[in-house]
């Protein structure tokens, strides 16, 4: 089914191999993958193949009757078919920059989930811009913690692969703090992106048992809300792990901002971890209500710019024309995101 020039293909599987191996195939050949989480409630999953008019699903067996689709190809049951196709690669380049590479539902928190269409230009230069940013190295192992309907999951996934690093594939997403910690352990994961609730009740854990983090950890991602002071001056004191703040969108490509931590910083303590400052794809703009930059310390709304935006939501040209807006100050028949978050500039040009 062709959607703006690319091929929507869902994929429903647990996070286990045949995942990735469906990730990687659709897009080499051109397609565009939505997210199928089974863990999602019925209604969401529902609403997505419905809104996506998705034809085409790569899943596993025992979820295939769940789905309403034409044509289900099961991965682990077809496995001696699909053996069967060529190994050769591909003659001719079929995906363009601005083909889709995943179209992405966002929560729904704020009213109807919305598919952000993200291209292969947004991806690829999305991906070397947090690569830079976290350093990492052919001998990295990352754990592949987030569902793989949230973005989060294409930070976990594609930096690492294009640096040669090992993704670690977690079989399970309920798991205890501690139940993480040894298995971060056992695989020598070196990077780790979690929520910051997550993170905090991880932090309390450690506080109130004395542990610390395996030695392999050299850095931890946290995001998505406010990071309480108390929790995060605790971890300040107690760990020797680089803690990266992050801050972005599914509409913008996950991450347009980072602040980098450095353990056991010697400073005061802090009450609000800025969101730092923008990666090197990203623009950020705070303005005011007419468009116009604010003076640092006083808040605006944060709009991003940038060639990782995406192309607008699937189906809904009013809503992404209101949201996805002119960009005054970039190149000419640019775009920025209208985010809603607000937002200071402090005097050393991070952001909170």
Known sequence: MLVQGAI???????????MMVGLLGILKAGGAYVPLDPAFPEQRLSFTLEDAKIEVLLTQQRFADRF?????????????????QSTDNLSEQVASADNLAYVLYTSGSTGV????????????????????????????????????????SV??????????????????????PLDLLRRIDHHGVTGIELPTAYWHELTYELHKSGKQLPASLRFMIIGGERILPEVLNTWRRTFSVSLIHVYGLTETTVTSTCYLLEPLAQQDDLFDLPIGRPIANASVYILDQN????????????????????????NSPALSAERFVPNRYGEAGSRMYKTGDLARLLADGNIV
């Open 68 to 84: 309403a689709v034409p044509t289900v190809i099961c991965l682990d049951a077809g496995c001696e078919t699909i053996a069967q």
């Open 291 to 314: 468009l116009e930059p604010v003076p640092a310390g006083i808040p605006g709304e944060i709009y991003i710019g940038g060639p990782s935006l995406a192309r607008g939501y699937l």
């Open 113 to 152: 989930p919305k598919g952000a269409m993200i291209t292969h230009d947004a991806v690829a230069s999305y991906v070397p811009a947090i690569d830079e940013q976290l350093k990492l190295q052919s001998n990295d192992r990352i754990l592949q913690f987030a569902s793989i309907g949230f973005d989060v």
């Open 8 to 18: 929507a293909t869902a994929i429903a599987l647990t996070v286990v191999e045949p």
């Open 155 to 176: 930070e976990e996934i594609y930096p690492a692969l294009l640096r040669g690093a090992a993704v670690v594939l977690q079989h399970t997403r309920q798991v205890a």
